[in-house]
């Protein structure tokens, strides 16, 4: 058995994650998000569908240092060592030219996607050394690898998360653990709405003309990563809609 910890699993790609490898036999999932109700009412899905799985949920907030270390370091006995954790915890706010940019909204994606996913790595690693096959999924972006426009601070985050993939994979080769990033174009989840801060049709209009990807499509990439042998690696996987330039 595997046990992984997914952050962001309260909806989108986190909870198909979740879904998807409760779905395969051998993983134990720690599930995290800021809506604990959301979490409990995955957890109770799966468990309809996988009556054996083992499940634990906790509230966390990544961009509360002190929360993470506390909660990683209080996690009950017997879910305490951890074999895979998925940053997935992430979002986008607002698509602004810089100079009418709301630096709460540069915070928040500054806090969550960098910060958040640096706490939760600092405060993972130490309970993955005993594993047999540890491993880091990050979730990068297309807008990790490019700019587009008004794109600006949410790309700058993306652009680091590559950048700290590939540092952690270097810092971490010798505690024999994997890192892999999942650089995924359009994803239709609920990303587009948080990033329009609940406008449903401006969200729904990024998707016109194209058929998007789904939480499921990348959650199955997921699990293929995780399946390869110790000796393989997948480093960075850039995943697109077939219509998307
Ligand atoms: P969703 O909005 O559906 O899911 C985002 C998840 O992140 C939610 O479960 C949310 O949970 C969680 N989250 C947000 N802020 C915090 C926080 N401060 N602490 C803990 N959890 C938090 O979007 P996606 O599933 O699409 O996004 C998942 C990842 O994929 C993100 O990193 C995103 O940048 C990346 N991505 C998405 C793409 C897309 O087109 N959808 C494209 C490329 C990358 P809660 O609100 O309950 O805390």
Not at 105 to 124: A, E, H, P, S
Request: hydrophobic share 40%.
């Amino acid at each position: 058995m595997r046990t992984v910890l997914i952050t962001g699993a309260s909806s989108g790609i986190g909870e198909a994650c979740a879904r998807v490898l409760a779905s395969e036999s051998n993983y134990r999932l720690l599930l995290c998000a800021r809506r604990v109700n959301r979490l409990e009412k995955l957890r109770d899905r799966i468990l309809d569908s996988y009556p054996d799985c083992e499940i634990f949920c906790f509230e966390l907030d990544v961009r509360e240092r002190e929360q993470v270390e506390m909660a990683l370091n209080n996690l009950p006995a017997d879910w305490n060592s951890i074999d895979i954790l998925i940053n997935n915890a992430g979002l986008s706010q607002g698509l602004e030219s810089l100079e009418n940019g709301d630096t709460g909204d540069w915070d928040r994606m500054i806090d969550t996607n960098v910060k958040g996913l640096l706490y939760v790595t600092k405060y993972c690693i130490p309970k993955m050394v005993n594993s047999g096959m540890p491993h880091i999924i990050n979730l990068g972006s297309i807008a990790g690898k490019e700019v587009y426009p008004k794109g600006n601070v949410y790309c700058a985050t993306k652009h680091a998360v590559d950048a700290l993939t590939q540092a952690m994979r270097i810092d971490l080769l010798e505690k024999g653990i994997k890192v892999t990033s999942i650089d995924p174009g359009m994803v239709e989840t609920e990303f587009s709405e948080v990033r329009f801060k609940g406008d449903k049709e401006r969200a729904q209009d990024v998707y016109k003309g194209l058929t998007p990807l789904c939480g499921q499509d990348i959650a199955e990439i997921i699990a293929f990563v995780l399946s390869r042998p110790a000796h393989v690696n997948i480093n960075d996987l850039l995943v697109m809609p077939t219509a998307q330039a």
